[in-house]
């Protein structure tokens, strides 16, 4: 990429972002710049939470250095128990942590829905 071009693209850029800062709320202009700016791919929305019936799902992403790859692990945990009743190595990977994370909470939630709650619970004395 020449100068020129890089100047070109860094302007339009600039006032891509002036342009839509000025249409958005003020408490969200500093994160439209900081997101434009970002060049890692670690931050994405997830829309699918852990939790199915008794049990709850927890991620835990990795890459390794100079991998593309996130890789996720699932960890299911009942309500009633400190330590998880299942962990499934690999259960997500992509290219962005997001993806990783939604796609082991996908296969752990499924994992959940089939698990008896009753097994797990922990008797009141």
């Excluded at 128990?81 to 690999?90: D, H, K, L, M, Q």
């Excluded at 009753?118 to 009141?124: A, L, N, Q, S």
Aim: charged letters at 25%.
């Amino acid at each position: 990429m020449t100068l020129q071009v890089a100047v070109a693209v860094n302007l339009r850029g600039v006032l891509l972002g002036l342009a839509m800062s000025a249409l958005l709320p003020r408490r969200l202009q500093l994160r439209v710049a900081i997101l434009a700016r970002m060049t890692h791919k670690t931050l994405r929305r997830t829309l699918i939470h852990g939790y199915c019936g008794e049990f709850r799902v927890e991620t835990l992403e990795s890459q390794a250095p100079g991998a593309t790859l996130w890789l996720s692990t699932a960890f299911v945990y009942h309500r009633d128990r400190a330590s998880p009743v299942a962990t499934i190595e690999g259960a997500g990977q992509g290219e962005y942590r997001g993806d990783a994370r939604e796609q082991a909470l996908r296969v752990g939630s499924c994992l959940a829905e089939f698990l008896d709650p009753k097994e797990y619970r922990v008797r009141e004395t």
